[in-house]
């Protein structure tokens, strides 16, 4: 789910893989900014990577192509975008990933209550057109909890001026974990709505959770 703070924004997320069932690829990014200038360069990087995305390549290459692209695009705006593309392969017990600039993404395990943090070096999106980009991987279990979101929600604010921050995150996963991917999702924009109060919500807020 994305929610903005305007009528519009930047965040995006999407589901890429074509193929089998046993194959998920999901991708969330942030545009620099927010409101309609974010909104128009957003489709247009969401088609570059669905259309690379449709070729055969590694992740890593997916994304140094999408980004020479960008990169021409966004060249004299000092614009860029944050990325996080993840490939899970249910068959072999895989997930692989590529971070370019983004937070990395929170993997569950209710079986040892541990976070795992989907780290990797790399650029956002448009910052450098020849910068490479490496493929990241880890195994997974069965009932595992999946979560990649953008910084408006652990940088939710409320009127004390305290931010809703990862370990409060971390918290709702854990009270939730059993629960479907939904209503994760939910239980987590439930609980940084709450923490927000009366104020403006300042920033767009993207919230993608996968169940293993």
């Not at 390549?57 to 593309?85: H, K």
């Not at 040892?112 to 070096?121: E, P």
């Not at 629960?179 to 807020?205: M, N, T, Y």
Request: charged share 30%.
């Amino acid at each position: 789910m994305t929610v903005f703070s305007d009528e519009t924004g930047g965040d995006y997320f999407d589901y890429l893989c074509t193929g089998t069932e046993d194959r998920l690829c999901v991708a969330v990014g942030d545009i620099s900014g927010h409101g309609l200038p974010s909104a128009l360069l957003m489709a247009n990087a969401r088609g570059m990577l669905r259309l690379r995305s449709a070729l055969p390549g590694s992740l890593e290459e997916i994304i140094s192509d999408v980004n020479r692209r960008f990169a021409e695009d966004v060249e004299r705006s000092g614009r860029f975008m944050t990325l996080f593309l993840a490939r899970i392969d249910r068959a072999r017990k895989k997930i692989e990933w590529v971070r370019a600039g983004h937070d990395p993404a929170l993997l569950y395990d209710p079986a040892t209550d541990a976070f795992a943090s989907l780290k990797g070096k790399g650029l956002p999106l448009g910052v450098d057109a020849a910068i490479p980009y490496r493929e990241s991987s880890a195994t997974i279990a069965d009932g595992q909890v999946l979560f990649i979101g953008t910084d408006g929600i652990w940088e939710t604010g409320n009127e004390m001026g305290e931010l809703f921050g990862k370990d409060r995150l971390k918290e709702v996963i854990r009270q939730h974990a059993d629960q479907s991917a939904r209503d994760i999702l939910l239980a987590v924009h439930a609980a940084a709505e709450e923490f927000r109060g009366e104020l403006k919500q300042e920033d767009d807020l993207t919230i993608v959770v996968v169940k293993l």
